[in-house]
């Protein structure tokens, strides 16, 4: 019997990868796609392995077999999370299974080598109170609130102190901790609240507009670095624009007090180049649509011409004759990357500050 048990055991032992090669990838978060696939059939041979050790009668084989976690858990959250056959690299995307995260509603259309869920749920919420006010009502948010609710209610939990994940600005590369998205997800949150009162959802727009300004609250004392607010919440002596506050007054929130944006614009306009603001502290390049979003902060207009100025001077002498890129060095007024793209409606800003304020 244990001769036969001994062949059993070889049979499910063999399609075991080495588990302590992936096990260091994992615990180190270097591991791809692929090598968790390869831990979770792994994972499949222990119910196999423990019920045949069962079958042998030496000591030190029956106290392995008492010991040995199956692991049942971890092998159903991979086998529920991840499709059968991904993509080698995070960066293809694809990889998370359709439905898995019921929270998160699913926006693959595109591929970034990660999901966005901090900034396009913001995005949707963000955009939904927009409407709403430019129409005068919130019938639009109506027809899609349980969708709108999904992703405010994600806000609420993940968004103060984001996760490590990717931004708008994509080409920076993952980074937790990001102050700047932390105030997307505080607008969202406080739109959610707007559109729920514009509905007479009283209850409802009480709570997440509570909810915004203790977020906004604790967001202040986190990010709070002398005489500017920092880059990440973790990180002391760094700086960014914190264009995401634009919304903040434009759809009549009020979360942050004044004081939150002027001290930012004070700060900004010491850190200002020939041809524009950095994006923040990393490097000398910016992106020019975020200026002019970082120049209606205040709503002053002399503070709106002290950062649209550089943009206009960047766009009318650069030495990179293609079409208006929106990412340039504000040091030489240098191309960095993209052109003729249409986020350069960023660049109408202060029109649409004035539609609003209408």
Known sequence: MNYISREELCEYLNPIYD????IGRISYRTANPRDLIAFGNSLAMLPYIKQILKEFSGELLK???????????????????IVEEPPITVREGGIIKEGYHEEYPQANGQTYGGDMPVEESGNMLILATAIAIIEGNA??????????????????????DPDNQLCTDDFAGHFA????LSIKAIMGIAGYGKMAGMLGKKEIADSYLATAREMAGKWISMAKDGDHY??????????????????????????????IAETET?????????YGLPLDNREDY?????????????GNTADFETFMLPVWKYANETTSRVPLS???????????GFQARSVVGGYYMRLLEKRLKK
Do not use: M
Not at 231 to 255: A, E, H, P
């Open 230 to 259: 920092k880059l990440t919440f973790d990180k002391s002596g760094t700086w960014s624009q914190k264009y995401n506050l634009v919304w903040d007054r434009l759809l009549d929130l009020n979360i942050f007090p004044s004081e």
């Open 19 to 22: 588990l302590e090669r992936l």
């Open 63 to 81: 106290n392995l077999e008492a010991a040995l976690d199956p692991l049942a858990d971890l092998k159903e959250l991979i086998d529920k999370a």
């Open 326 to 336: 929106d990412w340039h060095y504000t040091s030489d007024g240098t191309q960095r």
């Open 139 to 160: 019938d639009y948010a109506a027809k899609h609130w349980d969708v709108l609710t999904t992703w405010a209610d994600y806000l609420k939990k993940e968004g103060l």
């Open 177 to 180: 901790h990001n102050t700047n």
């Open 266 to 274: 004070a700060y900004y306009k010491t850190r200002q180049n020939k």
């Open 286 to 298: 910016t992106k020019s649509d975020w200026i002019l979003w970082s120049a209606c902060l205040t």
